[in-house]
C-alpha cells in the first residue's frame, strides 16, 4: 500500500487541490480540519480517512494523531495547510487577534510537526510541508499575519536542522494570492488574472513529498508567481 499523507486545513480550497494531488497519484490522505460538514464529506471521497479536530490545541492534535495511528495506513508525510488570516495595520490589533493568528498558523504547524516528526523517525524518515507566505519575507503586510507567517518559516528553517539526522526533510512553501472563491470575492480583475490555482500550488507540495525532492530541506519556495 502507498504510504499516505496527512493533510490538515483539508476542507479548504487549497486544501482540496492538495488531497487530489495524492489522491490522483495513487497516495492515500488522512484529512484533518475542524469538525463540520466540510471534513465530513471530505472524508467520504475513496482514499481520505477524515479525523475532526481543533489544530491549534496541543492535546487536541496529540489524541487525533492517536487516531492516526489506528488508521490502516502507514502516513509519511505531513502537508500543514491550516491556518488563518486576518488584516490589520499596528493600531487594529487586539490580544484576540494576535492569539487567534498565532495558535491557528504557529500553533497548527508546531503542534503537528511535534507529533508527525517520532512517528516519522521511527518509519526511516518522511517530509513536513509548511505554508508560510510571500509576505513572511518581505514587503507590506498585515502585521499579525505575516509576522505569524515569518514564525511559520523559521519554524521550517529549525526543524529541517533538528531533524535532518532523523531523515525527516522540512521545506516551506511561500504563497501570495491564491485563486479562490473567498479571494475572488475581494479581488479586482486584474489580482484575479494573476493569482495562483490551488492546482498548481499542489503540485509544488506534492514534489516536495515525493522522493524526487530528497536532497532538499530547509527551503523557503516561492509560489506566488506574478502575484
Excluded at 504557529?106 to 509576505?135: D, E, M, N, Y
Amino acid at each position: 500500500m502507498p504510504a499516505a499523507v496527512i493533510v490538515t486545513g483539508a476542507a479548504g480550497a487549497l486544501g482540496h487541490a492538495v488531497v487530489s494531488e495524492f489522491l490522483a497519484a495513487g497516495r492515500p490522505v488522512v484529512a484533518l480540519d475542524r469538525p463540520g460538514e466540510r471534513i465530513d464529506a471530505l472524508g467520504a471521497q475513496d482514499g481520505v480517512h477524515a479525523v475532526a479536530v481543533d489544530l491549534s490545541s496541543r492535546a487536541a492534535v496529540r489524541t487525533a494523531f492517536e487516531a492516526v495511528d489506528a488508521l490502516p495506513v502507514t502516513a509519511t508525510a505531513l502537508v500543514g495547510l491550516a491556518g488563518g488570516f486576518t488584516p490589520g495595520a499596528l493600531a487594529d490589533i487586539d490580544e484576540h487577534t494576535l492569539d487567534g493568528l498565532w495558535r491557528s498558523n504557529f500553533g497548527s504547524a508546531l503542534w503537528t510537526a511535534q507529533a508527525a516528526a517520532p512517528r516519522f523517525a521511527a518509519q526511516g524518515g518522511g517530509a513536513i510541508v509548511t505554508v508560510g507566505s510571500k509576505t513572511a519575507v518581505g514587503g507590506p503586510a498585515p502585521l499579525a499575519h505575516a509576522t505569524s507567517k515569518a514564525a511559520v518559516v523559521r519554524l521550517t528553517q529549525l526543524l529541517a536542522e533538528e531533524l535532518r539526522g532523523q531523515r525527516i526533510r522540512v521545506n516551506a512553501v511561500l504563497p501570495s494570492v491564491i485563486d479562490t472563491p473567498a479571494n475572488r470575492a475581494w479581488m479586482s480583475d486584474g489580482l484575479a488574472a494573476r493569482a495562483v490555482a490551488p492546482a498548481a500550488i499542489a503540485k509544488v507540495i506534492a514534489f516536495l513529498c515525493s522522493p524526487d525532492a530528497a536532497p532538499i530541506s530547509g527551503a523557503a519556495i516561492p509560489v506566488y508567481g506574478d502575484a
